[in-house]
């Protein structure tokens, strides 16, 4: 089935494909266990609910042009809640290269380690760069409308792509991606799609440190 066949149930289906690393700190030792349902090797649909596919959408094929979107795309969403834009690392986007090659759909044990100093984003099986990235700018609107601008406490799990992309103190970003079998992934008789990484630094999501570094929009 093509992407653009799919209905607005199966899109929301896989938006739950995504997933980010918690950070650990001085403020939250502990916090860092990751939700399975966000993560493991299996998705949380089957086979007969979406087909898996390799688009060869530009952002993808063009590695100039991966690069450049991820870029843009995350300091559009930035704009918004007064961070300063991003700039390209290369270690990032090598150790994020590093992690996609494994074609095992979970955090790094690196982005997991209580001394990492690199966030990560994660996600698998969207049309575009635009599109993935999306999802995670999206998560936006829950983050306001559940209240946590102002009440203080941790976001939920699975608004922790935004936080990371807009967290003021974060300063650079790299990322990268690659084509995975889908059975790798746990599914039966599909096809390949892209499996995407990005690595940032300074990490984000500390407990206690929300309301500093992930501002209302203008």
Request: charged share 15%; proline share 5%.
């Amino acid at each position: 089935m093509a992407f653009s066949t799919f209905s607005r149930a199966t899109v929301l289906l896989l938006t739950l494909f995504t997933s980010t690393a918690l950070s650990q700190g001085p403020e939250n030792r502990g916090y860092g266990v990751i939700d399975p349902s966000l993560t493991g090797t299996r998705p949380p649909y089957t086979t007969d609910q979406v087909s898996y596919w390799a688009p060869n959408d530009d952002s993808y094929v063009n590695t100039a042009h991966f690069q450049q979107q991820m870029v843009d795309i995350h300091n559009r969403y930035r704009a918004q809640h007064g961070s300063a834009p991003l700039k390209w690392d290369t270690q990032l986007a090598a150790s994020s290269q590093k992690h996609v090659n494994t074609c095992v759909y979970a955090h790094s044990a690196e982005a997991l380690a209580p001394a990492t100093t690199y966030g990560e984003n994660i996600y698998f099986g969207y049309e575009s760069v635009a599109s993935g990235v999306g999802v995670w700018g999206d998560e936006g609107l829950a983050y306001q409308s559940r209240g946590f601008y102002t009440n203080g406490k941790a976001p939920d799990h699975d608004l922790l792509h935004f936080t990371q992309m807009v967290w003021k103190a974060t300063t650079t970003i790299g990322c990268a991606r690659k084509k995975c079998v889908a059975d790798q992934f746990g599914g039966d008789n599909v096809q390949e799609s892209w499996f995407v990484c990005c690595h940032y630094y300074r990490r984000g999501n500390y407990q206690g440190q929300y309301q500093a570094n992930v501002l209302p929009p203008r």
